[in-house]
């Protein structure tokens, strides 16, 4: 959602009535999308809350540490309902010093783009579908639920764990994640051999790369 629609939604919205923003993916989408993704000042409202998370661009997927920012009167309601010691020491220790690494953050951010264009391109050269990302994956849409499932087959062949996403309502998608650019390369090349196509099967011996 760009600056202008969320704007528009918050100033259609009762302040009584509480809107909760899912920013995983806001570092990737600031950087995709630096002239249209909204500033914290204009999202800064009593009832607005925002969730974010430590397990994307800051790479800490493993410690599960979250976080939610928003005004105090509301954020004392959700301290009341959360465990006690919930996320532990160590992965409070982790994001504190992950915050001061932002160098990190920005290498990470701006691989994910080159990557996330590399993917977009040999998706389009294999003439396969491929969704518009404000994150750090790309979706297919292999217009039917068999060539999904043979797709993710495929890509497993080839060295690379994908995510079928029939789950989410979409039987007809799998999601890729970005990589190194070593293997987002390596997945260029598997797209663009015709791994889309469910009539094409690969074999284990193509295992050469770690999975994305």
């Known amino acids: 959602m760009d600056r202008a629609a969320l704007t528009s939604l918050l100033g259609r919205v009762p302040e009584n009535i ?21 500033s914290e000042a204009e999202t800064s409202r009593q009832n607005v809350v925002r969730l974010r998370t430590f397990s994307k661009a800051y790479g800490l997927a493993s410690l599960r540490v979250g976080y939610a920012v928003g005004h105090p009167d509301v954020m004392q309601w959700l301290i009341r309902t959360k465990l006690p010691f919930d996320p532990n020491g160590v992965g409070c220790a982790a994001a504190i010093a992950a915050l001061d690494d932002q160098g990190f953050v920005r290498k990470t951010v701006e691989l994910n783009a080159q990557c996330l264009s590399i993917m977009t391109a040999a998706a389009a050269d ?32 080839g060295g690379f764990i994908s995510r079928p996403l029939a789950s ?45």
Request: charged share 15%; net charge negative.
């Open 126 to 157: 294999a003439g396969l579908r491929a969704v518009a990302s404000s994150a750090n994956f790309v979706m297919i849409d292999l217009s039917s639920s068999e060539a999904a499932t043979a797709f993710h087959r495929n890509l497993l062949e």
């Open 18 to 38: 509480l809107v909760v923003l899912d920013e995983a993916y806001v570092e990737y989408a600031r950087h995709l999308h630096p002239d249209s993704y909204p």
């Open 168 to 212: 989410f309502g979409l039987p007809t998608c799998v999601r890729i994640s970005t990589g190194t650019l070593e293997q987002t390369q390596r997945l260029a090349e598997l797209l663009r051999s015709g791994i889309g196509n469910p009539s094409v099967t690969f074999s284990s011996s193509s295992v050469h790369h770690p999975a994305v």
